[in-house]
């Protein structure tokens, strides 16, 4: 069975600081791999896909992720955060029968200090 | 587009009484998800459809919950009678075909 695995409850980061938010998957076909962000009180916003070719996909908001293969990993990074980054990041797996259907992670939440 | 709409925004009722929630999914999308979030549980997956027909329901948790579909651009999720326990986030999603899921704000409900 698909599963997506966020092993991190809360990532803590200085501004200006990289952050990398980690995302482990399970699927037994090729991953399609999605990153969301939730702000207080509002739904989830979509800020990146793997789907196919390279393995570094950039995102809205200068947010980026690195598909690995042979580490089942898709972690999320940013080079410099910014204290509006903070909120509750969820990596998503989209279910083998394409239907669209997505399995997130338990969600991570991120909190950059100035 | 206007995206996902959700209402009510904010829903307070007293236990035993039926609350509903609507949704309009982004014009021309053929998939639309209910998802219910709570601090506890995290982001769970209640209830799909395709085309307007009802493809998983494995995660409604009791028959007291009840969707439907009955158009293209109209979805509404039913708990009758509510419990405190319900107490939630719903969110509502729309794709279309396999692409990325749009999401609603959100409606919190709480039952007191």
Redesign the interface.
Known sequence: AQSVAQPEDQVNVAEGNPLTVKCTYSVSGNPYLFWYVQYPNRGLQFLLKYITGDNLVKGSYGFEAEFNKSQTSFHLKKPSALVSDSALYFCAVRDEGNTGKLIFGQGTTLQVKP | DAG?IQSPRHEVTEMGQEVTLRCKPISGHD?L?WYRQTMMR??E?LI?F?NNVP??DSGMPEDRFSAKMPNASFSTLKIQPSEPRDSAVY?C?S?L??????????T?LTVV
Not at chain 2, 97 to 106: L, T, V
């Open positions: 996902v998939y998800f995290g982001l997956l799909y395709n493809i998983d969110f999603a794709n075909r396999s692409r990325q899921a749009f999401f609603g704000q959100g919190r």
